[in-house]
């Protein structure tokens, strides 16, 4: 806000004379399209797509120069190794090392890299220092495990020449088919193909080369190899030119699903779940979808356009069947998709007919690096890609509360007065954000000293309702003398360097500024000092961080990054780590806040808006700067989503839109859809009117403070299943696919969605003016209105539910019990003593299931069994509590201190006509000399609303086990 | 839904025991949390009776069961079980069974706190055993008497209610200073608007004086012009051409020299563009597209436009500033007009000269020309740049001037003291305030440091940012009116309840960079010393104040009034 208010003195003489000439123009909200590549001015996109189209247009005339050398071929310990021979000349072939690795999980994987390259006998040009091989390490950052090799994997023996297959997986019935010449391989399961690499032959390793020369007159020479070497020395982008010290290397593979008609997955973009076609067409894609982790100011909706993250997990899905793959490569990539269908009998259209999609993938630098899943559930894809990158982290419990944001709470004292509202209005929030406003000058780890004199007390004003702050922390620090920061960055020499060497030097919210480098193991080191209490001042324990601008944004690079031949430790180039810089500069945050003190060993809580693959492990995301339209709420369903089935379900969008005032409906309805969010969070462009919730008039404030209450009321809904995805891998929220693998008239719908495993299903309003919503049922169970248990029941159908304003659309699926916790509070911390409600929502047959996992919501006891971790199970007229957790050496000590918080309310919707007569149950703890009784009152309701019983405070206790039978 | 009776006698009372009755040694075993004026509900100790839905009777023993049984939330006083009954609460048919009433009315006011050795008071039920010891309305800390998670409250009435009766005498102290001050400010104004009336009727005085001497003079003035036009006048330079060349030359200097002046400020508007479009493009090539602001955006994109309709480059034309430059040199024989000739002309040609020009012209043409002379003339006038004329001044002789000059300036004088009356009387007629009060404090001006400015109130003034790193002042708006605003204020318990405030509007301030002129709401509070509270943006640009001071305070009117009724008729 200084900022502006200084900018506004100084320009509004020039406004004045604009105006005055008259030539006032309302701007186009637009991205920049000149500010980033397409596909055509991307050097080794073109060349990628141009090779697959001259393959396409030879069709059998042509034949892939890759050929696996089958004298060198070895199998051992479950995995292959063997040498890919590319053919360049009739004299010259290149030795490309290939790995096929069959893990112990029932994953493939296939690494084929560059001899020459790899042995480091290339040269570089303009003496650049850059390393010489091909970047090998994006798998310090992104795997964690899962990569212990199969000890079943076996060759066999019995496949014919110039073919090596490897049976391994779950009963060894997966099966890889390497053919040799040219080279592929297919992956089995059940004996049918479900992924097959280089079925096309767009196989493209470019291999190092020496540049020739042309001098005039012998241009002859090099015509030739009929090769467009234009882009293969240098590229100029927006006044920036890359020097490109390694001359071409990109790695391309054509990944075809026979028989799927819908792949998934490879966020972030602004675009439908189901991933369109990208070669032209009628309601397809002209650009291929793009991963180059960029600060896109404005982004376009439905498009290809890469955004601020990238997750390269694509997964394939059919009826009844899920496979993915997975390329692990941390440089600019891009992903053509075409889908083909091709009928049985031509004359019966449709009937057997079956659609293969073919996947383009082309990396600018790096290896090949492919992970085969073979589901065949798209819970096996979540569970074994969790395996290999890490699972969501369980959050701190504030975290999946509602945060408040703006860009920028002016002063300390505006905080407090923020927070003072929240309670005056009695609307529940748990974290209030700073962004870039805040700090002195914008040197982080310093506080603007006339607006923020007194960071502490603000601080403990919010602890004392257990509230929270969470403040900017970017990557960019000022350059600039006597900041200390700086100063210790260049000293200790731990910031990005330029192409030649030296530090480099970009733009960026603090002005002049330099990069710190967090693939450096010292610059982490030196990372995690600064956030200790004593270096960072002004913080205490509730202090919680939000990494931005980490793509990184420099807003004077090329494509508002850093230049492609900048350099960073172990003098790899920024062109072959961009997309997990991101996460490197997360890493470090992470270890940081882990522990501030020594022995405050806490789970850290910070937002970061660059990712990659592994993220999930140490973040929560949002998608950026979106806009206060009505498209943008629309969207951020489908983006959330597919975030959640790409392993990264801590999702969620700017709740009201960053840019430009929303009106109060929209405001509201966002308010409704956001609280669906796996992470909730409003915020707001400085420019805009305030719009904290107490603000907007009535009845637009209660609607909104329903809303965020119905958030917290169904808080350990939310907590179990973050819980859930912090060990399985599971999305949060789940698309209709996700949950119903089977119906098919559900894989293209990404706008209603499924809450953990609850059973609650929700469509948010995301229209104007829009009083009822079509919820489609694909399963035949009995769906309840949340609020009046309104039935509605019918497969593969579309149903109208009632959504006016003051309406969240929300359904109950037979067959679940839902915890919930009823009491309004200040703050989540603030409910942790509370007693529980049970919903249980009978299915067709009476019976019920539903789980409940607790602990403190802060630190990592629960790996010791602080936990509770409850199964509830109702049938044969019994609910029951089962402990599912394991014991730990803390178990106890947990329990004790929980003993207290019991259930307080069981609601069973849709009981048994007989339980009319009935007004007593009899319950049954662990423990209690005798069983006691509850008194149950059972609610009869007009036509079309389900009956419903309240038992009515059973007392018991939510860690024991017990049962009521009714 | 009703209760049967009995059946809850079967509930578990593990919860009640300790819950049902707060512990009360003043003598009214009051339900825990039940205010005295609620006592008469919690009086039947076998049956309680929903106090807003008498229909529904649960047995006594439910009461404070920590379960909410009653739809308006009346049987727990004191937990939290009924806090969810809310307007914000996103309520189920389960949750108020056989209530299809939407209007939600609880029928506490929220967890009674005795708080002895302070004053009572109730605590929302949403905060009652969350683990927060609320002592700013429960000093006693009895709101956590289950103790949860450990939390336990001590009692801190004694020092809280000391504190607070320390500050509530100072406050009462500041109260009766801050009346007294109302009143001189009442007084004052009263003395302010007297004196304003007082102001009217000299003045008003002084007008009928003066338009008696105007009517003499206007009567000497007809005579002495009798007079002149009885008079042969005769002389060297009054023929009629004489004249007309000395009208015309007066008139072409003038004309000249407003040229001069014109062109001066045509080419000091010039270089000021062309410094402005320098800076422009300067900005154009150094703004940084990244930094997410619309507005320098916009500006680059209109910018663009602007320049490609082309720039004051193009406007330089030597050829023309050469003929202005010939133009405007001081007339002589050797260029422009020779006036001495024309004013030495003999009377006899006069006629001849007229009718010659006008005989070669077309009548079409000379009453074009004639035309548009006038328009021009007029345009010129209207804008300043010429003077209006007096016709006849040139030929009249001075005992004639004088006299018109006498009448004149007695016309002015009045004019001026009837601008002054309507100025007093409209002051008369602005809105001071109840008692007029906000006259005695025009112009005060306060001011506080906020973050990185200065702000300052000048009442029935204007607002300003005074930035302390330096940079020029925002006006944040002139006064425009008094009015009045609706603020949410907690009442009691906790609910909302709008209040009408007084309000100062400031309005037209500096128009903000990609945003509106500035605006300023000043809210105004009693208090003993006129004192700036809280400075606010709630949108761009648009600020609000919380101004404390003596002059909205409550009462004190009457008994100046009373006072000055008093004088008045003294």
């Known amino acids: 806000m200084a900022g502006r208010r200084l900018l506004s003195t100084r320009w509004t003489l020039l406004l004045s004379l604009v105006i005055l000439l008259g030539c006032l123009v309302i701007p186009g909200v637009a991205v920049k399209h000149e500010n980033f590549k397409k596909c055509s001015q991307s050097g080794f996109c073109k060349r990628n797509r141009a090779y697959a189209d001259d393959v396409a247009a030879k069709g059998s005339a042509w034949s892939s120069p890759y050929e696996l050398d089958s004298s060198s071929i070895q199998f051992k310990d479950g995995q292959l190794h063997g040498t890919i021979l590319k053919s360049v000349s009739a004299e010259e072939k290149v030795k490309l090392p290939l790995t096929v690795s069959f893990l112990e999980s029932g994953v493939a994987r296939v690494v084929i890299d560059e001899e020459k390259r790899l042995n480091k006998e290339i040269e570089l040009r303009h003496d650049s220092q850059a390393r010489k091989e091909r970047y090998n390490e994006a798998e310090k950052w992104v795997l964690v495990g899962g990569l212990e090799l199969s000890k079943s994997a076996t060759l066999d023996s019995e496949s014919e020449t110039g073919v090596t297959r490897v049976l391994y997986g779950p009963e060894n019935n997966f099966q890889a088919i390497i053919r040799h010449s040219p080279f592929d391989i297919e992956f089995q399961r059940d004996g049918q193909t479900h992924v097959h690499l280089n079925n096309k032959g767009y196989l493209n390793m470019e291999h190092w080369r020496r540049k020739v020369d042309t001098s005039e007159g012998d241009g002859e020479q090099n015509s030739e190899s009929q090769e467009d070497e234009s882009t293969w020395w240098e590229e100029t982008f927006g006044g920036n030119t890359d020097t490109k010290p390694k001359g071409p290397e990109s790695v391309g593979l054509d990944i075809t699903f026979p028989g799927y008609g819908h792949v998934y997955g490879i966020p972030e973009h602004a675009d439908s779940l189901s991933l369109r076609e990208t070669r032209g067409g009628s309601g397809n894609h002209e650009e291929p979808y793009r991963m180059y982790n960029s600060d896109v100011f404005e982004y376009e909706l439905n498009s290809p356009m890469t955004l601020y993250g990238a997750i390269p997990l694509m997964q394939a899905h059919r009826p009844g069947s899920t496979v993915g793959v997975f390329w692990l490569n941390a440089a600019e990539t891009w992903v053509d998709i075409v889908k083909s269908t091709s009928s049985a009998n031509p004359l019966s259209l449709g009937v057997n007919s079956k659609t293969d999609t073919q996947s383009h993938w082309f990396s600018e630098s790096g290896q090949i690096d492919v992970f085969v899943f073979l589901g065949p559930t798209p819970q096996d894809i979540s569970k074994k890609y969790g395996e290999l990158t890490g699972y969501t982290q369980l959050p701190q419990h504030f975290a999946i509360a509602y945060h408040q944001c703006r860009w920028n709470y002016v002063t300390d004292e505006d905080v407090k007065d923020v927070d003072r509202n929240f309670d005056k209005y009695q609307i529940p929030y748990d974290v209030i954000w700073l962004d870039i406003e805040y700090l002195d000058d914008r040197k982080y780890f310093t506080w603007d000293p006339l607006t923020f004199p007194n960071p502490i007390g603000m601080e403990e004003q919010l602890d004392e309702s257990e509230r929270k702050l969470v403040v900017i922390i970017d990557p960019h620090i000022k350059n600039k003398e006597k900041y200390t920061i700086s100063e210790e960055l260049k000293s200790k020499n731990l910031a990005t360097r330029n192409k030649d060497g030296e530090i480099y030097e970009g733009w960026c919210w603090p002005g002049s500024s330099h990069w710190v480098d967090c693939f450096n193991p010292e610059a982490i080191k030196w990372w995690i000092g600064l956030f200790k209490y004593d270096k960072f001042k002004g913080t205490l324990p509730n202090v919680f961080i939000w990494n931005d601008m980490n793509e990184p944004s420099v807003f004077n690079g090329p494509e508002t990054t850093m230049p492609k031949d900048n350099l960073h430790y172990g003098n790899w180039e920024h062109r072959d780590i961009h997309n997990v810089n991101g996460i490197t500069f997360v890493n470090a945050t992470y270890n940081a806040m882990l522990e501030r003190k020594k022995g405050e060993l806490r789970r850290p809580f910070i937002l970061t808006r660059s990712y990659y693959a592994g993220a999930q492990r140490m973040s929560a995301m949002w998608t950026g700067d979106n806009q206060a339209t009505w498209e943008h709420l629309a969207i951020s369903l489908p983006m959330v989503l597919n975030n959640g089935i790409s392993g990264f379900p801590f999702a969620g969008a700017d709740v009201g839109g960053f840019f430009h005032n929303p009106s109060k409906d929209l405001l509201t309805r966002w308010y409704q859809t956001g609280i669906w969010y796996p992470f909730f969070r409003a915020h707001a462009h400085i420019d805009t009117r305030r719009r904290e919730p107490y603000l907007i008039s009535e009845p637009h404030r209660s609607i909104i403070a329903q809303a965020i209450r119905l958030r917290y009321q169904l808080l350990p809904a939310w907590y179990t299943a973050f819980h859930e995805a912090s060990v399985n891998g599971t999305p949060i929220v789940r698309p209709q696919f996700y949950v119903h693998p089977s119906d098919e008239a559900g894989f293209v719908i990404d706008d209603q969605l499924y809450l953990g495993s609850t059973g609650i299903l929700t469509k948010p309003v995301v229209t104007e003016g829009t009083t009822t919503v079509d919820i489609y049922l694909a399963d035949d169970e009995k769906y309840y209105d949340y609020f009046d248990y309104t039935v509605y029941q019918g497969a593969g159908k579309r149903h109208e539910v009632p959504a006016p304003l003051e309406k969240v659309p929300v359904l109950m699926q037979g067959g679940h019990v839902i915890p919930r916790k009823d009491r309004p509070r200040r703050s989540s911390g603030l409910m942790k003593w509370d007693p529980y409600t049970l919903v249980v929502v009978l299915d067709k047959n009476g019976e019920a299931d539903g789980t409940l996992y607790v602990d403190d919501g802060e630190t990592f006891d629960y790996e010791r069994g602080a936990y509770i971790h409850r199964r509830f199970h109702f049938h044969d007229s019994t609910l029951s509590s089962e402990d599912i957790g394991t014991k730990g050496p803390k178990t106890a000590e947990y329990l004790k201190a929980m003993a207290s918080v019991r259930v307080e309310r069981v609601v069973v919707i849709d009981p048994p006509k007989g339980w009319q007569e009935k007004s007593t149950v009899t319950v049954i703890e662990d423990g209690a000399k005798t069983a006691s009784t509850a008194a149950m009152e059972y609610h009869a309701q007009p036509n079309g609303k389900a009956p419903y019983a309240v038992v009515k405070n059973p007392t018991v206790s939510i860690g024991k086990t017990w049962r009521i039978e009714f | ?570």
């Open chain 2, 1 to 570: 839904m009703i209760l049967p009776q009995g059946l809850l006698f079967f509930v578990s009372l593990a919860a009640c025991s300790t819950a049902v009755v707060a512990a009360s040694n003043d003598g009214s075993a009051r339900p825990r949390g039940v205010g005295p004026e609620f006592a008469k509900f919690y009086k039947d100790t076998d049956t309680f009776t929903c106090i807003s839905h008498p229909a529904i009777k649960i047995p006594f023993s439910a009461v404070n069961d920590d379960y909410c049984d009653c739809p308006d939330g009346s049987d727990e006083p004191g937990t939290s079980a009924c806090a969810h009954l809310s307007r914000n609460s996103p309520l189920t048919v389960a949750d108020r069974p056989g209530s299809n009433d939407l209007d939600l009315t609880l029928s506490l006011p929220g967890f009674y706190c005795k708080n002895k050795g302070h004053k009572p008071s109730y605590v929302p039920f949403q905060r009652v055993n969350d683990g927060i010891c609320d002592y700013d309305l429960c000093c006693d800390g009895s709101d956590e008497w289950a103790r949860v998670g450990g939390t336990k409250c001590e009692d801190k009435c004694k020092e809280i209610g000391k504190e607070w009766r320390k500050k509530e005498e100072k406050r009462q102290k500041s109260m009766t200073t801050a009346l007294k001050k109302k009143k001189e400010l009442l007084t004052d104004a009263g003395r302010q608007q007297k004196e304003v009336e007082e102001n009217i009727n000299r003045l008003e005085i002084q007008i009928q004086g003066q338009e008696i001497k105007l009517k003499d003079l206007e009567a000497d003035l007809e005579e002495i012009e009798k007079q002149e036009r009885s008079k042969v006048v005769t002389g060297k330079k009054a023929g009629k051409v004489n004249v007309l060349a000395q009208v015309a030359k007066g008139r072409v200097e003038e004309l000249r020299t407003a040229l001069a002046e014109v062109r001066k400020e045509r080419d000091e508007t010039r270089s000021r563009i062309k410094e402005l479009e320098e800076i422009l493009s300067k900005f154009k090539v150094e703004y940084n597209p990244n930094f997410n602001d619309e507005g320098v955006k916009r500006a680059v994109r209109s910018w663009e436009e602007y320049a490609a309709r082309g720039t004051s480059e193009g406007l330089e034309n030597a050829a023309r500033d050469r003929d202005l430059d010939e133009i405007v040199k001081p007339d002589d024989d050797k260029s422009g007009v020779n006036w001495e000739q024309w004013e030495n002309e003999e009377d006899g040609c006069e006629a001849n000269l007229v009718y010659q020009l006008a005989a070669y012209l077309p009548p079409s043409l000379v009453n074009f020309i004639e035309d548009k002379a006038l328009a021009i003339r007029g345009f010129l006038e209207q804008n300043g740049i010429l003077p209006t004329k007096d016709e006849g001044s040139a030929s009249e002789s001075k005992a004639v001037t004088e006299a018109r000059d006498a009448v004149d300036a007695v016309r002015k004088s009045i004019e001026d003291l009837k601008n002054q009356v309507k100025d007093h009387k409209e002051d008369l007629d602005t809105d001071y305030g109840v008692g007029s009060i906000f006259r005695a404090l025009k112009g005060v001006c306060i001011q506080k440091d906020a973050g990185e400015y200065t702000y300052e109130h000048c009442f029935l003034d204007q607002t300003k940012q005074i930035p302390k790193k330096g940079g020029s002042t925002a006006r944040m708006g002139n006064f425009v009116r008094i009015g009045s605003v609706t603020i949410d204020q907690l009442n009691e318990s906790g609910e909302i309840v709008p209040e009408e405030r007084i309000s100062l509007e400031y309005a037209k301030g500096q128009t903000c960079w990609n945003g509106p002129a500035r605006s300023t709401s000043v809210v105004l509070q009693c208090g003993e010393e006129n004192e700036i509270l809280k400075i606010a943006e709630d949108e761009k640009c648009v600020y609000s104040m919380l101004v404390n001071t003596p002059a909205v305070c409550p009462g004190g009117e009457e008994d100046v009034h009373a006072a000055s009724g008093r004088k008045d008729e003294l």
